[in-house]
């Protein structure tokens, strides 16, 4: 998978009401145009909910 820069994950996003679905996550993703590599990472978390945008980001970087 592509690698996702941490300033467009906080771009990506800008607006997110905590907790939040993954759906949402991608939702908001999509509404502040990320692109699709990052989008398309969003999808493919395995976790289903998130309490904060650090917890987002620890799933996202995880393992690299």
Do not use: C, T, W
């Amino acid at each position: 998978m592509a690698e996702v820069n941490p300033i467009a994950l906080q771009k990506a996003l800008s607006g997110m009401d905590y907790p939040a679905k993954k759906n949402d996550l991608v939702e908001q993703a999509r509404a502040n145009k990320a692109d699709d590599a990052l989008v398309n990472r969003l999808s493919h978390l395995k976790e289903q909910r998130f309490d904060g945008p650090d917890k987002v980001s620890k799933a996202i970087f995880r393992g690299r």
